[in-house]
């Protein structure tokens, strides 16, 4: 007996491509307060971050003393904290009042300004204390995608903020796919309803990643629904030889399976943009090391020697560090 085509789910696919398309265009908007003395590596990271790679992406950076804009309201505010307690303090209080979510930035928790919120604007307050500037990136990559609905948008603009909404769309995705391999009320439904769950994940992780939905999807959708059938045959053979657990089985299958399939798109993408190796080292994808380096002293030479015997790869033409100028300009040097 022929298998009718279930052109409801392909219709349901159709229809989330749209929507994932118009949720990675929607318009960004970020403010960034610098504080007078911020230390340097946190702030020339968080600058670094955001650099959006579309028009949607907008990103508004001025002191921490700066006249506020009343015109359109951010979607979210990173304070970088320094020696302006005072203002710090009011620009979070006033923003998390209003219902914007706020994120003070600082080397530790003790630099950061006592803010006094009432018990319904406190969840809009986040205290992100790290005194690694390269590790900050991704905790605010996380705390943005978290704390706004825009989490496609600020991935699309922002890559820093991919590995976050990726794992929050897969964690979704995977959770409800094992819901419907444990319990199938029609015999044969889950395949279509897993694989349609697992197509429009692909979906969401290209528009996270930029890409546009053109003809290439079809080609990835192709692969999602042969992997769709591998693991319902994987399925069926294991839920055969343990009776009576096939539920359990097919369950742990359907996580599993949406978690690698997700994953491969995911390296694939990594790989297409430069944060992989083609030998599968990850590169960061946070603010390039030699951004935050400062000029090594003559001191830092005395240990040549001891090292000499050690191979050294070649010297590139790359700059060592970049000085951002009073200006606002940046400077590079050797």
Known sequence: MSRKIPWGKILEVAGAGKDAREGGSQTVRLWVRISSDAPRGLVLAVKEALVAREASGIVDVRPVDAPAQDDVAPDAVIVVCGGQVDVEAALARDAARRGVPVALVAESAVEVPDVELPEEAAPFLEVLACADALALVPRLGTWLVGATDKGLALAANFPFCRPAEVDALVRRCAMENAAVGAVTLIPGSDMAVMTANQAKLALDIAVAYGRGLDPSRALELAGVVGAGFGYRALARAVSRLVPGLGWAFKGAIGYAGTVATARALQVRFDFEDGSLRPHGEEISRQAPARHLELPKKAG?????????????????????YVVLCPDGSVGRGE
């Open 300 to 320: 830092d030479h005395a240990g040549k020697k001891r090292d000499s015997h050690r191979v050294r790869p070649p010297r590139t033409a790359a700059p060592s």
